[in-house]
């Protein structure tokens, strides 16, 4: 099942009008991408998935494909609430260029100097009392990921938190610099992180049913995610912001803040510039895991493979390009922007099995074949022994 929304035309028109011109110089229609979308979420087991085209900085193309509920039957939709999960950064750091922009915040002014006592006395970081590495924390090591701290301390066995680099040393996804962070923004503006996003993004660009907690409005119309067994997973309706990844979104207004960033829309075109700028290189194997500071292949050489201010970033045969992912059991969501191309494509998806599908929709609906693959462990649904 499927259900669209293409450029605001009547969904039989749309279809035929549709003609998305790819990196790679091909052009695709409606039912071609219908075609390649049904025939790999059948084949991987992908119950739900979204898929949003953009040309000329514009939303072309936004559809829906198969379920929010495999129980009920209901299919997911362009307004559909799905879980965001590490989209969220990417919004939150769209905010916080606003107050660098604006004076408020200095990407490398020391955090502690924000706030009204030090960090340690804060309940949520009296683990770090004694190491006194929190001073050197900057707004810039947070969004670039070289805070040195963990991603999250409840990986940890003993769930402490505490220092795994020297601040600056290296990158090292982190969602817990993002809630350091995102405590200095709500005690530089005395205002939660709810109101500041409402006020600040959503509300301006029309996103209606984003909130980084849970709205009542969700009730009537969100998805539920599905294990790579197809089994579904509770829904957790969070009532605490994060902006490391509490974001609850649809495709609809996620494709509306994707093109919003490509438009320069509430950012300085530097501003802009210096968040999607390569900052710190990634020279390593995979994002997470074990492989996380083993020595990276060529090929991502090759790509000067970086982070940004909250977008990672990459080189391609067709520019520079910045993405970002958000991933959590059920929940599988990829954007990926060229910038010099004016091009995207976004990905969301109420599956863990739909990362196995990412790299051949990346090649095929938008002739991305640089998007490091590998690193993102993107590994195909058809991939043998060894890969």
């Known amino acids: 099942m499927l259900i669209g929304l293409l450029l605001a035309l009547p969904p039989a028109i749309a279809q035929k009008r549709i003609a998305f011109q790819t990196l790679d110089g091909r052009r695709l229609r409606g039912p071609d991408i219908d075609r390649l979308v049904q025939q790999l979420m059948d084949t991987a087991r992908v119950p739900g998935l979204a898929v949003a085209l953009l040309q000329d900085n514009q939303v072309r193309y936004l559809k829906t494909y198969g379920f929010r509920n495999l129980e009920t039957r209901a299919p997911l939709e362009p307004t559909t609430a799905m879980y965001a999960a590490s989209f969220s950064k ?130 009537a119309n969100y998805a539920i995610g599905y294990d790579e067994q197809g089994q579904p997973l509770p829904k957790r309706k969070r009532t605490k912001a994060g902006a490391a990844g509490s974001m609850e979104t649809t495709p609809a207004d996620y494709a509306l803040f994707l093109a919003a960033v490509m438009q320069n829309k509430g950012l300085l075109l530097a501003t802009k510039a210096e968040m999607t700028r390569a900052q710190v290189r990634i020279p390593y194997r995979a994002q997470f895991g074990p492989l996380a500071t083993v020595a990276a292949p060529d090929s991502n050489r090759a790509i000067r493979l970086a982070y940004g201010l909250g977008w990672g970033t990459f080189d391609s045969p067709y520019g520079h390009a910045y993405f970002k992912e958000g991933h959590d059991d059920g929940w599988e969501n990829h954007s990926v922007v060229f910038q010099d191309r004016r091009k995207a494509l976004l990905l969301m998806s109420n599956s863990s099995n739909a990362d196995k599908i990412f790299r051949e929709l990346l090649a095929k609906l938008l002739g991305d074949q640089t998007t490091p693959w590998e690193w993102e462990d993107y590994v195909p649904y058809n991939a043998g022994p060894g890969r």
């Open 90 to 219: 990417a919004v939150f750091a769209y905010l916080v260029m606003q107050l660098v922009q604006e004076k408020r915040l200095d990407l490398d002014k020391p955090l502690h100097e924000y706030l009204s006592k030090p960090l340690p006395d804060y309940e949520a970081y009296q683990d770090l009392a004694g190491d006194e590495r929190w001073k050197r924390l900057t707004a810039r090591q947070c969004l670039t990921h070289t805070t040195g701290l963990p991603n999250w301390r409840w990986i940890a066995p003993d769930k402490k938190l505490r220092f795994k680099f020297e601040p600056g040393q290296q990158y090292w996804y982190s969602g817990e610099g993002l809630q350091v962070l995102q405590l200095v923004v709500e005690t530089i503006m005395q205002q939660s992180l709810t109101q500041l996003s409402a006020a600040r993004v959503f509300t301006p660009l029309g996103m209606t049913r984003t909130s980084y907690v849970w709205q009542p409005a969700f009730e």
